[in-house]
C-alpha cells in the first residue's frame, strides 16, 4: 500500500503570512502551481491559492448596457458589466494586501504515513486541492491532485507486477 511519504512532493514552497498578495500570485505563476501552505515559525497556518485571489477581486463599479432584445415588461432591460479594467483595478488593489487577509485559515493537514486511499478520502470529502504534509508539527511536503493521480499509477504497477 502506498503511503504518503512516498508521492508527496517535497521540499515543498511556502510563504509567511506577510507576503503580499501580488508577491504571492506571481509565485505561483512561476512555479507553476495553483497553491501553497502559508507557514509562520514553522507551522502551517493557511493555504494561499488562485482562488482565494479570484474570491477576493471586488469591483466598486459596474457598467449598465442595454440589452436586446428587451426581457423586461417595460420594453428596456439592463444587465451588468464588469469591465477589464475594473478587474485589474480591483486586482491592483487587493495585490497590496497581505496573504494573511485573503488565505484559507481552516486547513486541513495529513502525517506522512497515512495511506494514500485516506489521502483520496479527505481530498474529496472535504474538496480539497492539496494537503500538506506536517511531521512533528512541521510542514514536510504537499499531497496534490496531480501526486495522487501518479501514486494511483504507482500502486497499480505495483500490483500488477508478476509474483
Do not use: C, H, W
Not at 496531480?146 to 504507482?154: P, V, Y
Amino acid at each position: 500500500m502506498v503511503k504518503v511519504r512516498e508521492i508527496m512532493s517535497s521540499p515543498v514552497k511556502s510563504i509567511p503570512p506577510e507576503t503580499l498578495v501580488k508577491d504571492a500570485a506571481a509565485m505561483l505563476a512561476e512555479l507553476n502551481v495553483s497553491g501553497v501552505p502559508v507557514v509562520e515559525n514553522g507551522a502551517v497556518v493557511g493555504v494561499f491559492s488562485e482562488l482565494d485571489v479570484l474570491r477576493s477581486i471586488k469591483t466598486t463599479k459596474n457598467d449598465m448596457r442595454l440589452v436586446f432584445p428587451s426581457i423586461s415588461s417595460l420594453g428596456i432591460a439592463f444587465q451588468e458589466e464588469v469591465t477589464q479594467r475594473e478587474i485589474i483595478e480591483a486586482y491592483e488593489e487587493i495585490g497590496n494586501t497581505p496573504v494573511k487577509e485573503v488565505m484559507s485559515k481552516d486547513v486541513v493537514t495529513i502525517p506522512p504515513d497515512i495511506t494514500l486511499n485516506e489521502a483520496i478520502v479527505l481530498m474529496v470529502d472535504r474538496k480539497i486541492q492539496r494537503l500538506p504534509v506536517v511531521e512533528s508539527k512541521r510542514l514536510v511536503g504537499i499531497v496534490t491532485r496531480g501526486d495522487i493521480i501518479r501514486g494511483l499509477a504507482k500502486e497499480r504497477a505495483a500490483n500488477n507486477k508478476p509474483r
